[in-house]
């Protein structure tokens, strides 16, 4: 007798395309209720829906940026096929300003910038996690493609400007209520305004490493999938 051929449901690649389906499709569901609210609770209130954004949609955006750390244990383990070190650094920047800037100081989630923030990050994760998605189970579209590639050029770097401007405005509640500033042994200290400061130039070093990154990876995926133009 010859071998037996598992069913295809059992098969690893399929269980893979399962997984991240499901993965895709739980982040895009997030973020697309995230987009949604927001939008709603603009038409509805105007400006003033601005103010609380935090406080209306935090919590669910906290949830999707907490599973977005799996991605790397994606790349870890192979299931997808990216570049380690610039998916850490665009998911780190992230976390950081979302739990250690925004979260930390109930002054700053009252800011315009994060809202605007969290729009940015949006519309770019809605993209992101559709074509991931269908691209897991064999779909593709020349032009989802193209804006998944080239939807990031202008909003990513604005996305940067937006973390920077939110530390920048956190700066001066940190100098007053001394969070996560700390006395250490032998008359050392962690001022973390300055941790902040810093973290402010390694920001854009950063943005710089991360745009090559994407460029070249939107170069060599655009070159597989081309835009075909209508001939006049």
Not at 24 to 41: D, K
């Amino acid at each position: 007798m010859g071998p037996v051929e598992l069913p295809a449901w059992l098969q690893p690649r399929y269980r893979k395309n399962a997984y991240l389906f499901i993965y895709y499709l739980i982040q895009f569901c997030g973020h697309s209720w995230i987009f949604t609210n927001m939008t709603v609770r603009f038409f509805s209130f105007g400006k003033d829906s601005m103010v609380d954004t935090f406080y209306a949609i935090g919590l669910v955006m906290r949830l999707c940026q907490s599973i977005s750390l799996l991605e790397l244990l994606h790349i870890y383990v192979g299931l997808e096929s990216d570049h380690l070190l610039p998916k850490f650094l665009q998911l780190t920047e992230r976390i950081i300003i979302l739990f250690v800037v925004i979260t930390s100081q109930e002054e700053v989630q009252e800011k315009y910038v994060v809202c605007v923030l969290f729009i940015f990050w949006n519309v770019l994760d809605m993209v992101r996690y559709t074509y991931s998605m269908l691209s897991v189970i064999g779909i593709s579209y020349a032009v989802l493609t193209w804006l998944s590639q080239t939807l990031w050029m202008p909003i990513y770097p604005l996305c940067v400007l937006a973390e920077a401007f939110a530390i920048y405005q956190s700066l001066p509640y940190f100098e007053s209520f001394g969070t996560y500033s700390t006395k250490l042994p032998f008359d050392l200290s962690i001022y973390f305004p300055y941790v902040l400061k810093m973290y402010l130039m390694m920001l854009f070093i950063g943005m710089y490493f991360t745009y090559s990154h994407l460029y070249s990876e939107r170069r060599d995926i655009l070159r597989v999938f081309p835009i075909k133009k209508k001939k006049m």
